[in-house]
T-cell receptor
């Protein structure tokens, strides 16, 4: 069974730039959720994708956007990067069934550590 | 308001002791709770989940859920130095598809 994989592992950008982070879901999982984890904090929900559509969003501005592809992999795009965007970005996949719900365990990838200079 | 709260610690226990990690939540519309272990610089790893009131045991780990008191805990028996990590409590709630995480409790097991 293939787990959740994320790329790249580390990334350094400057303010104002744009970044794309990628995630492949665990085999058998059709739902992908993205989280941002700042140092010393718990993960904060950015958004979730199910059947290639956004299925819930946390308190993040529109410059955070995403995609899900037919193979259930997903991208997170962040425009106009700010210093506060420096964090560990985590992708988690889960089984959605007929519809996703928060009862399903979410399994995380190794994350992408993004540093903004 | 859906919130999950944890004591950030640090919590130190001697090797072989029982470590008790606690979590409270604010919304009675809870469905499920998850405990994740996160080593420094790594991503969260799912170790337990619980849906119903009562205890659930898996090896050295026991999760306890009390919905009336809005309280969930994780007990680690025979603690080992390799258990030293940050433990994140996460809740799933009706009407939301995502998990709500606490800030984590840092556990140190002293050899």
């Amino acid at each position: 069974e293939t787990g959740v994989t994320q790329s790249p592992t580390h990334l350094i950008k400057t303010r104002g730039q744009q970044v794309t982070l990628r995630c492949s879901s665990q085999s058998g999982h059709n739902t992908v959720s993205w989280y941002q984890q700042a140092l010393g904090q718990g993960p904060q929900f950015i958004f979730q994708y199910y059947r290639e559509e956004e299925n819930g969003r946390g308190n993040f501005p529109p410059r955070f956007s995403g995609l899900q592809f037919p193979n259930y992999s997903s991208e997170l795009n962040v425009n106009a990067l700010e210093l506060d965007d420096s964090a560990l970005y985590l992708c988690a996949s889960s089984k959605g069934g007929l519809s996703p719900d928060s009862n399903q365990p979410q399994h995380f990838g190794d994350g992408t550590r993004l540093s903004i200079l | 308001q859906k919130e999950v709260e944890q004591n950030s610690g640090p919590l130190s226990v001697p090797e072989g002791a029982i470590a008790s990690l606690n979590c409270t939540y604010s919304d009675r519309g809870s469905q499920s709770f998850f405990w994740y272990r996160q080593y420094s610089g790594k991503s969260p790893e799912l170790i337990m989940f619980i849906y119903s009131n009562g205890d659930k045991e898996d090896g050295r780990f026991t999760a306890q859920l009390n919905k009336a008191s809005q309280y969930v805990s994780l007990l680690i028996r025979d603690s080992q130095p390799s258990d030293s990590a940050t433990y994140l409590c996460a809740g799933g709630f009706f009407g939301a598809n995502n998990l709500f995480f606490g800030t984590g409790t840092r556990l140190t097991v002293i050899p």
